[in-house]
């Protein structure tokens, strides 16, 4: 199975390395708390080090600063000015080093008003992050959050942190948890939250969940790649019905993943097998505008196939007055709802649906939610799409019939 990219959340740690960490509130140089009880050969540093910072000298103001580590016997005042001197000048330098230094002798301290604490901290958080120090990185979003901390996307760095510390489970659970919670508050979980979830619970062996998620992600984000991957991974569960072969391939042919010469030669053969040689017709027509069907060496194969089609639609136009009054005189709707869909499917929509819902109403078929389904899709085609809506959400069979009710659904809302 094919794995999903994680390019929204890789992105997001790139970004890491040229991201400015926020500067706290007062850090550059306080004045007042920094000339509190300052023997003058410190002050005089942090005020030569604090004009190279203004003039944007980055590297040149940490040089200075340097010069304080040398002065013994430093007050815990002037040792908490210097290192919030020093964050702000390492982050303003992009010496990661330096901010982790820093930062975790300040939040120590524990002097700074709450606010900036809470600042300072997340600002940790993401040094331990971008210094791959994960296990570290994640105590500090932890403390970030039960601290009141708020900011989203550092969920997201902790969700990773724990992922990448070994804490897959630790991961799953508050990826979980997010995407629970934005649900509850009427939200769309993001982009990145919902691939890691598929991501990780693929990894776990949970097909539902995984299943669950991409489904999600294809309703909130339409992407390709998750169809692709939903369809092909519905086509594997163990009580997806073979019968329903046929109504997949329709499902792909609508979000665009047929596109191979033996796809459309299989979706064809098994249209006529059906008795839908208008149907049949109209997915060869398709190929041949693509451009995969009439030419290479199978061009004349392609061509016999066209052929059949075309003599078993005309046989069908040719008889079907005389199958459809069979089928009403029939106790079974099936052969009407049969009828019907292959003329909805060949584009006489109208007739199509009039004669499947008379077959739907005799109530006596083997498989309704098939009759139900195709009916949903019949109103789709037609262009009715409330009423194809309402047809497909009564569908709730557990042999495929319910999933692919809901795919169609989710097509059906995101078609323009």
Partial sequence: ????????????????????????????GNTAIAQEAMRAEVGKIVQQAGELYKSKKFRDALVKLQETDRI???????????????????????????????????VAANKLPSKDQLQLIQVLANAYFKANNYAKATKMYERYFSEGGTDSS??????????MSGDSAGALKETRAEIQAAEKAGRVPSQT???????????????????????????????????????????????????????LYRLKLAVGQISKT????????????????????????????????????????????????????????????????????SADGTALVNIGFSLATGGEYDKGISLMEQGIKKDSLKHPDDANLH??????????????????????????????ARYWIIYANQSK
Avoid at 287 to 314: C, F, I, M, N, Q
Wanted: aromatic share 6%; charged share 25%; glycine share 8%.
């Fill in 154 to 163: 550092s969920r997201q760095y902790m969700i990773q942190a724990k992922s």
């Fill in 1 to 28: 199975m094919k794995h999903l990219r994680l390019s929204q959340l890789a992105i997001l740690i790139a970004a890491m390395g040229c991201a400015t960490i926020p500067e706290l509130t007062g850090v550059a």
């Fill in 193 to 247: 939250t919902l691939e890691s979830y598929a991501y990780a619970v693929q990894k776990s062996g949970d097909k539902a969940a995984y299943l669950a998620t991409l489904e999600k992600l294809v309703m909130h984000y339409g992407k390709k790649e998750y169809w692709v991957n939903l369809l092909n991974s519905i086509e594997r569960k163990p009580d997806f019905s073979s019968r329903l072969s046929m109504d």
């Fill in 262 to 329: 033996g796809d459309f030669m299989e979706m064809s053969q098994m249209a006529i097998q059906d008795g839908n040689s208008m149907e049949a017709l109209k997915i060869i027509d398709q190929g041949y505008k693509s451009g995969v069907l009439g030419t290479g060496p199978e061009a004349a194969r392609h061509g016999r196939l066209k052929d059949l089609a075309t003599k078993r639609a005309a046989e069908a136009k040719s008889g079907l007055a005389a199958a459809e009054a069979e089928a009403q005189k």
């Fill in 375 to 404: 009916l949903g899709m019949a109103y789709l085609l037609a262009g009715k799409k409330s009423a194809g809506l309402k047809v497909l959400k009564t569908v709730q069979g557990k042999d495929g019939t319910g999933d692919l």
């Fill in 72 to 106: 013994s016997n430093k007050s815990v005042n002037e040792t908490f000015t210097i290192e919030r001197m020093r964050l702000s000048v390492a982050s303003a330098a992009g010496d990661n080093d330096a901010v982790i230094r820093s930062g975790e002798l300040i």
